[in-house]
C-alpha cells in the first residue's frame, strides 16, 4: 500500500470510527475504539497473558524471543477517558518485537468515573511494583497521548518521594498540556485530524472536574523535569500536541537531563497504533526499541 493511500485510510478511521460524541454514551466510544484498534490481530500463536502490577490488572504482550526479565511498561492513550490494555494489544506486540522484551500494558483507572488523580496513582503504583520486581535497570517506561502525559506525571512523582526510576522513558504523540498553550494547537488546530483545541478541552473536562490544569500532574509540561530517566519524544511534526513534546524535551534538557524529540514528517496522532499498514509507525517502533535496548542493561 502507498504511502498516501496508507495514511488516507488511517486519517478515514480516525474520522469515521467512531460513533457521534454528542449522542454516544462513554462505553459506546470505548467500544468503538477498542474495536478500531482490534482489527489488527496479533500474530498466530501470540496470547498475552493477564496479571496485575502494583494492584492494577494488566497484559503482559511478548513478542517470539523477547526477554522476560527485562520489561516496558506502556501506558495506553484515550485521552484517561478511552483505551484498554485489550485495544492496544498490538501495539504492544509491536513495541515488544522492536525491543526484545516484554511489554506490560496497564489498565489503569479512567475517566469520568475515577477523575484526576486516579489515572496517575495507578502510574506510579505500576511502575513502583514493576521496579521493585525487575530493577530499575530492566524497566523502561512510555506511553502515548494521555498515556505518555501519565508517565511524565508519574515519573516525577516517584522521583519525588526517592523511588528508584526505569532506565528509559519513551512518549509518542504525548498529551503534556491541558491549558493547551502550545502554539502547535492553534496553528494545527482543524488540520490534526485526531486532536483539536475542542477535544482537549473536553477530555479536560471529563478526567480533571474541575481541577486546576496547570497542576504538573495533570499538565506535567509545567512540572520541575529534573532527574528523570533519558527520554525519546516521538511525534508527528502537523500534531496539534507537537509542541507539547518541544517543551517537554527542552525543560528536561535544560535541567540537565537528556531528550530528543524525533519528528516524523506528516504523521497522525500516535501512528505507531497502524504498523500493520503504515511502515512509518514500525520505523517508530523500532527507534523506540533501540533507545530502551540501549538504555536498558542488555
Avoid at 498466530?44 to 494492584?55: D, F, N, R
Avoid at 516484554?102 to 511494583?129: M, Q
Avoid at 524529540?261 to 499498514?277: E, G, K, N, R, T
Wanted: hydrophobic share 45%; net charge negative.
Amino acid at each position: 500500500m502507498a504511502r498516501t493511500e496508507a495514511l488516507e485510510r488511517v486519517e478515514h478511521m480516525y474520522v469515521n470510527g467512531f460513533p457521534d460524541p454528542a449522542t454516544a454514551t462513554v462505553e459506546d466510544l470505548r467500544r468503538a475504539y477498542d474495536d478500531l484498534l482490534l482489527q489488527f490481530p496479533l500474530p498466530a500463536g501470540v496470547e498475552p497473558s493477564e496479571g496485575v502490577v502494583g494492584g492494577i490488572p494488566a497484559l503482559y504482550v511478548s513478542a517470539e524471543g523477547a526477554a522476560q526479565d527485562k520489561v516496558l511498561v506502556w501506558f495506553h492513550g484515550g485521552g484517561y477517558v478511552l483505551g484498554s490494555a485489550r485495544g492496544f494489544q498490538e501495539l504492544g506486540h509491536t513495541l515488544s518485537a522492536a525491543s526484545g522484551m516484554t511489554v506490560v500494558l496497564p489498565d489503569y483507572r479512567r475517566a469520568p468515573e475515577c477523575k484526576f488523580p486516579a489515572a496517575v496513582d495507578d502510574g506510579v503504583a505500576a511502575i513502583e511494583h514493576l521496579v521493585s520486581t525487575y530493577g530499575a535497570e530492566n524497566v523502561a517506561v512510555g506511553g502515548d497521548s494521555a498515556g505518555g502525559g501519565l508517565t511524565l506525571a508519574a515519573l516525577t512523582a516517584l522521583r519525588d518521594r526517592g523511588a528508584p526510576l526505569p532506565a528509559a522513558a519513551v512518549f509518542v504523540s504525548p498529551l503534556l498540556d491541558f491549558t493547551a498553550s502550545g502554539a502547535s494547537v492553534d496553528l494545527y488546530d482543524g488540520k490534526d485530524v485526531a486532536v483539536s483545541r475542542g477535544s482537549i478541552a473536553n477530555l479536560r473536562e471529563a478526567y480533571l472536574q474541575g481541577h486546576d490544569p496547570q497542576d504538573p500532574l495533570a499538565s506535567p509540561v509545567f512540572a520541575d523535569l529534573a532527574g528523570l530517566p533519558p527520554a525519546l519524544f516521538m511525534v508527528g511534526s502537523h500534531e496539534v500536541l507537537l509542541d507539547d513534546s518541544n517543551r517537554a524535551a527542552m525543560s528536561i534538557t535544560e535541567s540537565g537531563g537528556t531528550a530528543t524529540v524525533s519528528l516524523y514528517d506528516d504523521m497522525v496522532h500516535v501512528w505507531p497504533l497502524f504498523s500493520s499498514i503504515l511502515p512509518e509507525g514500525i520505523a517508530a517502533a523500532e527507534e523506540a526499541g533501540l533507545f530502551v535496548r540501549k538504555h536498558l542493561s542488555f
